[in-house]
């Protein structure tokens, strides 16, 4: 059976968060994973930028993501960090064929923590063509996703 899933280390802005909420909905990622010192709701910044999705899209809370991320490698789930690391493969060539996939994505200053990263099968990036060499959390998340 297919499963997606996405979880978000230490995610500090709840608009943020409350737009991966609305992409895992549209684009077919069935649960998210809040964790560390990210918001959780009822939050109604979160629901402004949600639109409701938080309400009906699975969800859970944990402290410690590499614990979260344990549970989910112990599930079966592969696990897929979407930061810049040396490893990291183009998102938009990424090929394999999973059926229970974890998308890890990390704050907005610092990225996915290198206790965290350790922990994942692969590492994957978007492209940057721009000077920034970056892209807001959730606008990243949406593209990986998308193209997961």
């Known amino acids: 059976m297919s499963s997606k899933v996405v ?9 943020n968060i409350g737009a991966i909420f609305r992409t ?17 709701p009822p939050d109604r910044r979160i629901e402004k930028v949600s639109l409701g999705a938080e ?7 944990n402290k410690n993501t590499a614990s979260c991320l344990q549970t989910l490698k ?3 789930y592969t696990l897929l960090a979407l930061e ?18 974890a998308l890890i994505v990390g704050n907005e200053v610092e990225g996915v923590s290198p ?3 350790k922990l994942c099968n692969y ?3 978007i492209p940057q063509r721009g000077r920034k060499g970056s892209l807001n959390v959730s606008v990243a998340t949406g593209i990986a996703m998308y193209q997961l």
Do not use: M
Request: aromatic share 12%; proline share 2%; net charge negative.
């Open 7 to 15: 979880v978000l280390e230490n995610i500090r802005s709840l608009h």
């Open 24 to 40: 895992a909905d549209s684009s077919g990622f069935e649960k998210v994973y809040l964790c560390g010192y990210s918001g959780c």
């Open 55 to 61: 309400s009906f899209i699975p969800w859970e809370y």
């Open 74 to 76: 112990d599930e079966g």
């Open 84 to 101: 810049q690391t040396s490893t990291a493969q183009n998102l938009l060539e990424y090929t394999h064929q999973i059926d229970k996939l």
């Open 115 to 117: 206790e965290v990263l």
């Open 123 to 125: 590492h994957l990036e």
